[in-house]
């Protein structure tokens, strides 16, 4: 080992070039002996929005804990902790000096949007409208409120809001506040594109208009790309040490991550980089037809949700991505493919065996990872089954702890494994990305793929994450209407069509990365985003 592992090297056995320079420093805070240490910390620009891009566990909270006071930083130094004049000396001459004289002085305010936005009713007890009232110190409410389209949620009991209405209540209620310093813990969970890219300009304006200070955690890569000016890639052992490295420009920070390599460290994050290519078909796929389903309909009771599906053609070893708004149709759609859900009109019983991971997935018995793994299919512990499921979804740590007793994103890693690891004619996944971290969504979306190309599987992808639509999706089907009223869906369609169709619906253009060919959402009425617009090409550029 190169000395810095606790149990074995965090890349897998790659060679580690040089050690990256700051462990070669005293850290920025060590919990304790043989504890969690944190190298570097993200430095805040008034005016500007920071973006910490890495996966979880690697010190982002603890960083921002420092950052807003509240945590004395020990410069590894846990046994006799270093007072603040100390570690102002420390940070002399850096970018961070003027912001931890402030923080010394007690200058520093802060608001801040947690993470798991599930616990706030736990926490709060009483409607989005007295939640929101206590945080208005802007005079900002009104105006939050109708663009994160809250409204209709505002007598509403907080114990009674769903996910996504939860996150868009928190992220108004943290926007709301008059502080210095923002911090936001991801805001896309729960959210579709529309609204993450709401979330997104408002905490952009914040900065540019007001000139507040925003440090932003998220894994949602096109969305980070549009809300961030400069990005700190955040690498490590997760729970040994974390590194969060200076800043970088967003658009390079985010082609070294996903290229595995950061130039100015040194250093190799991950064996093998993330490649967009456009829009290219898989080779496997000829057209040839797996299914062809009727025109569908569905509607939930009187004057409640209708939905319509045009009919239309599931192509054998395709990858057919599924897009719209929330509220719209799609889990719908998904749980009348699978039988769970009679329709009104037209027959969706496709007689096709299909392996269905549900977007709220449920697996919660009392029963090993690994007991329930090696009941769906006998591949279980052989060698491919191991390098193309259980590495890529990081599984091997959770095999022997029960499924009853794992987090949001282990459930979901492991519900991802039991869906592709079934023996089925179509592989329906609604919303992969939810609760994976940006290192597991991308290993998950690799694995996705090269599950479907070796398999010659077809797999249909319900999701909001751009990026994993992008990588994985061969055509798409696009939902659109009123949410929560009515829904339609078109036939499936070629990408270029699908996402243009789609993105028109939301006024988002995207252009494509010179250097790596990652889709990239253009700042609303730049110069591309006008171009893009009149010529009708939403999605690729010329
Ligand atoms: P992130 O926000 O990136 O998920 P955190 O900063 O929350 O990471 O945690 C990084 C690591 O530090 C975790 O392994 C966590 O268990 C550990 N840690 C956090 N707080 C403490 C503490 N008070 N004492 C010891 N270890 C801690
Ligand atoms: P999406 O997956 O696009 O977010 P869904 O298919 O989950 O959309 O839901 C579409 C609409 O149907 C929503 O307004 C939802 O509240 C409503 N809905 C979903 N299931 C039921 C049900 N069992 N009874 C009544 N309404 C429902």
Known sequence: TCGICVEKCPFDAIEIINLPQELQEEPAHRYGENAFSLYGLPAPQEGQVTGILGPNGIGKTTAVRILAGELEPNLGRYEESPDWDEVLEAYRGTELQDYIADVRDGEITVARKPQYVDQIPKQFDGNTRQLLEQTDERDALDSLVERLSIGPVMDQAIEDLSGGELQRVAIAATLARDTDFYFLDEITPYLDIGQRVTAARLIRELAEDEGKSMLVVEHDLAILDLLADTLHVAYGEPGAYGVITSPKSVRNGINEYLSGYLDNENMRIRQN?????????????????????????????EGEFSLEIKGGEIHRNEVLGIVGPNGIGKSTFAKLLTGNLDTDEGDADLDLDISYKPQYVTIDQHMRVDAFLSSITDQFGSSYWNTEIAQPLQLERIMEQNLSDLSGGERQRVAIAACLSDSADLYLLDEPSAHLDVEQRVQATSAIRRYAEQQDATVMVIDHDTYMIDLLADRLMVFDGEPAVHGHASQPQPMRDGMNEFLANLEVTFRRDERTSRPRINKPDSQLDREQKREGEYYYSP
């Open 273 to 301: 980089p993330i490649e967009f290519e456009e829009h290219a078909p898989r080779t496997a796929t000829h057209g040839d037809v797996l299914v062809d389903y009727p025109d569908l309909s569905k509607s939930y009771g």
